[in-house]
Each structure stands twice: as C-alpha cells, then as structure tokens.
C-alpha cells in the first residue's frame, strides 16, 4: 500500500504548522452544532481551551465565543441557538524546543468562511524529523487510575503562557 510513496523527513517547524492546523481543525470540526448561550459561552470556551491544553507542544490557547453572532434565538426551554462558525475564534500558540508557532482560526466576514491562519513561526537551523529519531521526548506524568504505574504523554511548552501571547483563562 505504501509502494510509490515517498517519505519526507519534517522540520521541526513543518510538523508544528501541521500540529498548529490539526489543533485549530478539531476545535472547528468537534464543536461546532453544539448548544450554546449568553450565560454558557464563556464556560464552553474555558472548557474547549483546557481540552486543546492537553495536547503535546501547546503553550497556550485561548478560545472566545460570541453567541450574539449566530442564528435566531428560541423561546421558553428552546432559548439557545447552536456554536457556529461566525461565533469562534481560537488562538494556539505551539512549542518545541526552540520553535514557536502561533496560529489562530477566525471567521472573515468578506470571505464568509472560517480562515486558519499562521500569525507567526520561527525557523529552525536543521532539518529534523519530528516523527522520526529526532523526536523531541515526551515528558510524561502519572495517569490516574492507570494500572501498574503506566504514565501518559503531557502537553510541552510552559503552563503559563508568556507576557504577549494568548493566555488560558480561568
């Protein structure tokens, strides 16, 4: 099934673009439809945010939701509308070793459509395989309720972001 496919080793700022995206894509694709309101939407983001902190390499993320921007609103038990594109924005910011990658997922409004962006990503010297033998180490901490002490992957990077960058919120 592989025959005819050539492999290519990825930098390390290649594989955090790539990690960037798949991190922006899934809050897009996981929680979009999902019930949302005025008093509930800075819960959700809060909730969306602690979700993607859990992933490798990310520093920081920050998610707003604006429910103002979406469809009609019910009435009585149905007074909610439902997480749309127009609504989200999301901000991640990567780290590995010495590279840093910032990205963010807006709504443009003259595009009318949900554009992912790289604000900003630094340059390695070396090209290096971030899937192959130069993978930066996993940190790891215990999991809870793990059997016979196995140990899970922790998120890289810093667990407070830097002056500057995008922060969790609490």
Known sequence: ??????????????????????????????YLGIPVAPRTADGLARVIEAAVGLQPYVAAVRVR?????????????FAYRYLTAEMLTAEVRLVDGPVRVAARLAFEPALRYPLMRVDAASATGARRSAYR??????????????????????????????????????
Request: no cysteine; net charge positive.
């Open 65 to 77: 939701i604006d429910p103002r921007r979406g469809g009609p609103l019910g009435r009585g038990r």
């Open 1 to 30: 099934m592989t025959e005819g496919i050539h492999r290519t080793a990825l930098s390390r700022r290649e594989a955090l673009l790539f990690e960037a995206g798949i991190k922006l894509g899934g809050i897009f694709h996981q």
């Open 133 to 170: 033998r130069d993978r930066p180490r996993r940190r790891t901490s215990p999991s809870a309720g793990s059997a016979g002490g196995r140990r899970t992957p922790r998120a890289h990077g810093r667990s407070t972001p830097r002056r500057g960058s995008p922060r969790r919120s609490a």
